[in-house]
């Protein structure tokens, strides 16, 4: 199989030379978007959505027909994964997803075991397909799972949480039941990103949203450890070419060097850590994504071009070279203007361009 025509987002990914910096955005199909919202309303509730592969392909598609996007990413939710599991998924109005079931005894967590990727969560994999072939090879396929820690915050807590109070104190208190939770999500994270590979995605990203909440120890052994399974675990070949892997903690700056060397092909940033020193910390072990404030897509589209070239040079200041691939740092707000999203993608193509040239 060959690679997309624009294939500049992978080529970035594996370090390879390209013509302009790559860029797309986390949740880049979303609220933001006044037809996802009429998609959204006609689907009923997001679940719905998310479980119908012809709209979840709609939606995915939907920011690439507006702005010139590098890649397409999955419309889907980390949590699918749990929902799998039986914990009942919903999304209460204005609270955000929440666990009819979440793990509240021992013996529910003893219980655990992961789902079938090709039953439990063949919407996604039908989704999958259908997105690739409406892609038609134009961009490439972004498939993504969150983390185990971050899957555990979620099926532990019940829902969204200010502090993750449960959650540590099963880590300080039962470690054992903690580190089964995380070694249960860890095989099915691992056969589910796989089955998007085998379905058609053509690199996989994995959302550490809350291991940045973790303590320096805590860190390593309940979150990194899981994520070095995942990534040792992955296909790293789907019909002749390479399948390169994003990981992604927010917050997660202070451990740059030990996200890099467990196998990934690039470690997200958020807007806190400098490209330029992340840069120099980790050489050219992995190429880098990130990591403009999404906030800053609220100021003018003059300020946002600025912004972007500040990102852009950050990253060059360190050197010559590419492996970057340009994001935000974490997702976009469902209030950003879209026309905003424009002028960023604008700038960033079109600036990058004279540090590629050969």
């Given at each position: 199989?060959?690679?997309?025509?624009?294939?500049?987002?992978?080529?970035?990914?594996?370090?390879?030379?390209?013509?302009?910096?790559?860029?797309?955005?986390?949740?880049?199909?979303?609220?933001?978007?006044?037809?996802?919202?009429?998609?959204?309303?006609?689907?009923?509730?997001?679940?719905?959505?998310?479980?119908?592969?012809?709209?979840?392909?709609?939606?995915?598609?939907?920011?690439?027909?507006?702005?010139?996007?590098?890649?397409?990413?999955?419309?889907?939710?980390?949590?699918?994964?749990?929902d799998?599991?039986?914990?009942?998924?919903?999304?209460?109005?204005?609270?955000?997803?929440?666990?009819?079931?979440?793990?509240?005894?021992?013996?529910?967590?003893?219980?655990?075991?992961?789902?079938?990727?090709?039953?439990?969560?063949?919407?996604?994999?039908?989704?999958v397909?259908?997105?690739?072939?409406?892609?038609?090879?134009?961009?490439?396929?972004i498939?993504?799972?969150?983390?185990?820690?971050?899957?555990?915050?979620?099926?532990?807590?019940?829902?969204?949480?200010?502090?993750?109070?449960?959650?540590?104190?099963?880590l300080?208190?039962?470690?054992?039941?903690?580190?089964?939770?995380?070694?249960?999500?860890?095989?099915?994270?691992?056969?589910?990103?796989?089955?998007q590979?085998?379905?058609?995605?053509?690199?996989?990203?994995?959302?550490?949203?809350?291991?940045?909440?973790?303590?320096?120890?805590?860190?390593?052994?309940?979150?990194?450890?899981?994520l070095?399974?995942?990534?040792?675990?992955?296909?790293?070949?789907?019909?002749?070419?390479?399948?390169?892997?994003?990981?992604?903690?927010?917050?997660?700056?202070?451990?740059?060097?030990?996200?890099?060397?467990?196998?990934?092909?690039?470690?997200?940033?958020?807007?806190?850590?400098?490209?330029?020193?992340?840069?120099?910390?980790?050489?050219?072990?992995?190429?880098?994504?990130?990591n403009?404030?999404?906030?800053?897509?609220?100021?003018?589209?003059?300020?946002?071009?600025?912004?972007?070239?500040?990102?852009?040079?950050?990253?060059?200041?360190?050197?010559?070279?590419?492996?970057?691939?340009?994001?935000?740092?974490?997702?976009?707000?469902?209030?950003?203007?879209?026309?905003?999203?424009?002028?960023?993608?604008?700038?960033?193509?079109?600036?990058?361009?004279?540090?590629?040239?050969?």
């Open positions: 199989m060959t690679r997309p025509k624009n294939d500049t987002f992978l080529r970035a990914l594996l370090r390879e030379p390209v013509e302009y910096t790559p860029v797309w955005l986390m949740r880049q199909a979303g609220r933001y978007l006044p037809e996802y919202c009429e998609t959204r309303r006609r689907a009923g509730n997001f679940m719905n959505l998310c479980k119908s592969p012809s709209m979840a392909c709609e939606v995915t598609l939907q920011p690439l027909a507006r702005f010139e996007l590098d890649a397409a990413i999955l419309f889907s939710d980390i949590l699918t994964v749990p799998a599991m039986g914990l009942g998924l919903y999304f209460a109005e204005g609270e955000g997803p929440k666990f009819e079931r979440p793990l509240r005894e021992e013996w529910e967590i003893r219980a655990l075991a992961p789902p079938d990727p090709y039953d439990h969560l063949r919407y996604v994999m039908d989704a397909k259908e997105i690739r072939k409406a892609l038609d090879n134009s961009v490439p396929l498939g993504f799972s969150g983390s185990p820690f971050t899957l555990a915050c979620y099926m532990i807590e019940g829902g969204a949480s200010d502090d993750f109070r449960r959650v540590k104190t099963m300080y208190d039962r470690p054992d039941l903690l580190h089964h939770v995380l070694d249960v999500t860890t095989r099915s994270v691992i056969s589910y990103l796989n089955a590979i085998e379905s058609g995605a053509q690199a996989v990203m994995i959302f550490d949203t809350w291991g940045g909440a973790l303590s320096h120890r805590a860190y390593r052994e309940f979150s990194l450890a899981y070095q399974r995942i990534v040792a675990g992955l296909t790293k070949e789907h019909d002749g070419e390479r399948v390169p892997s994003i990981v992604f903690t927010k917050g997660g700056g202070l451990w740059l060097e030990d996200i890099a060397a467990i196998g990934c092909d690039a470690v997200g940033l958020d807007w806190t850590s400098s490209l330029a020193e992340s840069r120099r910390r980790v050489a050219d072990r992995v190429s880098l994504q990130g403009l404030d999404p906030i800053a897509l609220f100021a003018s589209p003059e300020a946002i071009a600025a912004e972007a070239r500040r990102v852009v040079d950050d990253f060059h200041s360190a050197g010559p070279g590419g492996g970057h691939v340009f994001n935000l740092g974490h997702g976009i707000s469902q209030f950003t203007p879209p026309q905003n999203v424009s002028a960023l993608v604008n700038a960033v193509h079109e600036y990058s361009r004279q540090f590629h040239r050969s």
